[in-house]
């Protein structure tokens, strides 16, 4: 059990609006011990020792993976929990149809019930946190309450956590509020509920990833989302990257996939071989906040400092980087293990598992060694490319926006919005296979704007709208493409190589922007012709390229007829210019 006198006085003294609300929590959940995070390494170190001594965490080799350590999730706790997560507006609408919704009083009451004496036994962690750097006037902070160690350790390498994050809270006067328990694991009594118009969290009965560490998905992008739009900016589910050319200039681009579609992997590429001079500095792997500028550009700020990254498919081919960064000081979650206590997932090249995700013998019969969303949390220093800029507390000027999704058919590789109006449709009207990044069915497309279905915390009509206003804000706006790193050919392989290779695409973006590239007018947009594509050295198949440029009219009226009936949904809240915008797009592929 922590005991830490030292901390109880200093840090629960420093923000009498933190303390009180820990004393109305405490008073609730009436835990044993109180815990205030001071954020120290030596505070991971004692935490992440206990964790180990109780055998919450497994230890692994410690030549080979010096600091790692290994959790196994609850089989049932292995990924978000759409159905269960909720957002509780005064007004329904507020919250719209793609979230679902409760009255905040009902959920209050709902929640409180849950939480009442549920921490008997266990001590209640303070953990403060500042989303972006302790120093920008863009980062927001939040205190997250938590009965999970593991939490602790992990908001630790995620955010920039305890005494600097609570001294920034005494300044600010406001925080977010999320109160989490694993509770007792029972997915019957596990809900995710946020309440914007308060600026609070209560997470219940998932220890597992976006559903527990409350500044991920819950603040930085749900809470975040409301805050941005009355406040004039976005908080979106988007990595990003800077890309420096062989004659050091850099552009910066926030690309927005939805979950487990690419957005580590391409935050951290690796250049090809042929592409001398070229390197890749990453500021974020998962989601930015985006603010006009007094230039009239848009600035990206990362707010998390580190990544909670899926495991399966890395390896020293598809990201070295990635692959080299998580071989120390690093939480596996759900993967393998080896004979030799090294961590083991699908799509690594050397060793075999001989204990599975679930600690069982592993047995083939069983299915995967690793989970499907197995993840690695590790600090983002620790990536060798991390960006110079990831700190600043200005952010990074964006030249381009990125929409993309994981579909078999019809998207192509890379197209190119005509205008930001566009491209907020081709961002409205974003769709992708689902993954395991959240425990319904897989592989089944639906549709995802913005890559934000599961994380916007408000009516995706007025969401668009607002998208459309910040547009408007922007002299300079990023010119905005959308990409397709997954279709398939007519066997089920991927027409492209993806990973570092998706590069040669990005060149041709930033070519875009720079006005330097050549493109076609297209129903859909501007594409590259293939000769406008660097495919030197690829061995594509014969015929790929056109199959990856093709764009099929019929197949997009059918396309278009879904993002319509889709928008309907949504009803007077959609803007009445996207509309028009749709019905444009709607007549040129009739034509086409
Ligand atoms: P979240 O953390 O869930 O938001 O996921 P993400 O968008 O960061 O996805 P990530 O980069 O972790 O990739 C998810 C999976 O897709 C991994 O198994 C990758 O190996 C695989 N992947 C990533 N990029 C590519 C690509 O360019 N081509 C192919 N075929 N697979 C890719
Ligand atoms: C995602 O699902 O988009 C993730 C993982 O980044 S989680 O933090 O679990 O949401
Ligand atoms: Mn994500």
Not at 261 to 278: D, E, F, H, V
């Amino acid at each position: 059990m922590a005991t830490a006198t030292q901390h109880v006085t200093s840090l629960a003294t420093m923000d009498r609006d933190v303390s009180a609300w820990v004393d109305e929590v405490a008073r609730l959940t009436q835990p044993d011990h109180i815990f205030w995070c001071d954020g120290s390494d030596a505070e991971y170190q004692v935490l992440q020792r206990e964790l180990l001594a109780a055998k919450e965490l497994l230890p692994l080799n410690p030549q080979s993976f010096p600091g790692c350590v290994l959790s196994l999730s609850n089989p049932s706790d292995v990924a978000r929990v759409e159905h269960l997560t909720f957002v509780c507006t005064k007004n329904k609408d507020d919250a719209g149809p793609n979230n679902h919704w409760i009255a905040p009083a009902q959920a209050h009451v709902q929640m409180d019930a849950l939480f009442a004496g549920c921490m008997q036994g266990r001590t209640l962690y303070v953990v403060p946190y500042c989303m972006g750097p302790i120093d920008s006037p863009f980062s927001r902070c939040g205190v997250e309450i938590t009965d999970s160690a593991y939490v602790v350790l992990n908001m630790k390498l995620m955010t920039r956590m305890g005494r600097a994050a609570l001294e920034r809270i005494a300044r600010d006067a406001k925080f977010v509020r999320g109160l989490h328990s694993t509770g007792d694991l029972n997915p019957q009594r596990r809900f995710i509920m946020h309440f914007p118009e308060e600026l609070s969290i209560k997470s219940f009965g998932s220890g597992y990833g976006g559903n527990a560490l409350l500044g991920k998905k819950c603040h930085a992008l749900r809470i975040a989302s409301w805050q941005a739009r009355t406040e004039g900016w976005l908080a979106e589910h988007m990595l990003i990257v800077g890309i420096e050319n062989p004659q050091g200039e850099i552009y910066y681009l926030a690309c927005a996939f939805p979950s487990a579609c690419g957005k580590t992997n391409l935050a951290m590429l690796i250049p090809p071989a042929s592409y001398k001079g070229w390197k890749i500095w990453t500021v974020g792997d998962d989601i930015a906040w985006l603010h006009p500028g007094k230039d009239g550009r848009l600035y990206a700020i990362n707010p998390e400092s580190g990544y909670f990254g899926v495991v399966p498919g890395t390896n020293a081919k598809t990201n070295r980087n990635a692959y080299d960064m998580i071989r120390r000081d690093t939480i596996f979650t759900n993967v393998a293990l080896t004979a030799d206590n090294q961590p083991w997932w699908e799509g690594l090249t050397e060793g075999k598992p001989v204990i599975d995700w679930q600690g069982r013998p592993y047995d083939p019969a069983n299915g995967p060694a690793a989970h499907a969303n197995s993840r690695f949390t590790v600090a983002a220093k620790q990536n060798p490319g991390y960006s110079k800029l990831a700190d600043a507390p200005g952010g990074v000027p964006i030249s381009a926006i990125v929409f993309g999704g994981r579909r078999r058919t019809l998207a192509p590789l890379v197209y190119q919005a005509r205008n930001w109006l566009h491209g907020v449709l081709v961002g409205a009207g974003v769709a992708s296979e689902t993954t395991a990044a959240a425990t319904d069915a897989v592989g089944v497309v639906r549709r995802d704007p913005m890559a934000m279905k599961p994380f916007a915390g408000y009516n995706f009509g007025d969401y668009w709208a607002h998208w459309i206003n910040v547009g408007a804000k922007l002299k300079s706006p990023p010119q905005i493409f959308h990409v397709n790193w997954f279709r398939r050919d007519s066997a089920g392989k991927f027409l492209w190589p993806g990973y570092g290779d998706n590069l040669r695409v990005l060149r041709w973006i930033i070519d875009r922007c720079k006005g330097t590239a050549k493109a076609h007018d297209t129903a859909i947009g501007y594409l590259p012709n293939a000769a406008d594509l660097d495919v030197q050295g690829l061995g594509l198949a014969p015929g790929a390229i056109d199959e990856l440029l093709t764009v099929n009219p019929e197949l997009w009226q059918v396309e278009f007829d879904g993002i319509q009936e889709y928008f309907a949904e949504f009803g007077e809240r959609v803007p009445a210019s996207l509309k028009a915008e749709l019905q444009s797009a709607l007549l040129r592929v009739r034509t086409a």
